[in-house]
C-alpha cells in the first residue's frame, strides 16, 4: 500500500510561481516513477510531468514545457513540482501519482498510474 499526500497549492496572480510537493509512505518510494496529473472543472484528467524512479529522466506536457519543473529526493520520499510563470490555463487540481510497474520509462497515461493522492487545488488569477 503507498499513500500520497499533495500539498503546496493555493491561490497566485498570473506570473507568479508556486511550489507543489508530493509525501509518500508504505512500500519503497525508490522504486517506482511518479508524476503530476491535472484536472480542470469539466475537464478530463491531463498529464502534467513524470520523473523516473531515480529522477533520470523526465517528461512534460508541452502545456508547461519551460515552466514546470519536477525533481525528486528519495532520502525524504518527496517529489517536488516547481511551477513558474503560471497562466490562468494553469488552473486545476493537481494529483500525485505513482506508478509500480518496474519500467525505465516515463508513462503519461493516468491508467498506468497504481496510486493517486487526495489533490491540491492550484488557482491563478489574471
Known amino acids: 500500500q503507498v499513500q500520497l499526500v499533495e500539498s503546496g497549492g493555493g491561490l497566485v496572480q498570473a506570473g507568479g510561481s508556486l511550489r507543489l510537493s508530493c509525501a509518500a509512505s508504505?512500500?519503497?518510494?525508490?522504486?517506482?516513477?511518479m508524476a503530476w496529473f491535472r484536472q480542470a472543472p469539466g475537464k478530463e484528467r491531463e498529464f502534467v510531468a513524470a520523473?523516473?524512479?531515480?529522477?533520470?529522466?523526465?517528461s512534460y506536457a508541452d502545456s508547461v514545457k519551460g515552466r514546470f519543473t519536477l525533481s525528486r529526493d528519495n532520502s525524504k520520499n518527496t517529489v517536488y513540482l516547481q511551477m513558474n510563470s503560471l497562466k490562468p490555463e494553469d488552473t486545476a487540481v493537481y494529483y500525485c501519482?505513482?506508478?509500480?510497474?518496474?519500467?525505465?520509462?516515463?508513462?503519461?497515461?493516468?491508467?498506468?498510474?497504481?496510486?493517486w493522492g487526495q489533490g491540491t487545488q492550484v488557482t491563478v488569477s489574471s
Open positions: 520523473i523516473t524512479w531515480s529522477g533520470g529522466r523526465t
Open positions: 501519482a505513482a506508478d509500480l510497474t518496474p519500467t525505465i520509462v516515463v508513462r503519461t497515461t493516468p491508467g498506468a498510474y497504481d496510486y
Open positions: 508504505g512500500r519503497a518510494f525508490s522504486r517506482y516513477a
